[in-house]
């Protein structure tokens, strides 16, 4: 068998979704749509811009991509996931590593 450098293509067939979301949320991807038809001149429907904003923030889901891989890893070992809890510094629930700003303990 010849070594490739390339690794395997995997599955690129479309998935077809049809989801349900309120209605400030519609205005706010119909504003978005007017917003990239007046920059880019092109009108793009809000249905093939979702994708292309879903792809694009797709380094905040890359953390939700590796906890998925780690769990299905864990589920064909058939070994549970090792998650650490987190520790907190004291009986309040004050955790370690919580920014200041955004801890409930914090005194005014």
């Known amino acids: 068998m010849v070594d490739l450098k390339l690794a395997r293509i995997p599955d690129r067939t479309p998935v077809k979704l049809t989801i349900t979301v309120l209605p400030d949320l519609h205005q706010a991807l119909q504003d978005y749509a007017r917003i990239y038809a007046e920059t880019y ?13 879903l792809s694009a923030s797709s380094i905040a889901i890359a953390p939700l991509q590796r906890r998925a891989s ?11 996931s090792q ?11 004050a955790c370690r590593g919580a920014r200041a700003g955004n801890r409930k303990d914090q005194t005014v």
């Open 41 to 53: 001149g092109r009108d793009e429907p809000v249905s093939e811009l979702v994708p292309a904003i």
């Open 70 to 80: 780690a769990l299905e890893h864990a589920a064909r070992d058939g070994t549970r």
């Open 83 to 93: 998650r650490r809890p987190q520790r907190c510094a004291d009986r309040s629930g």
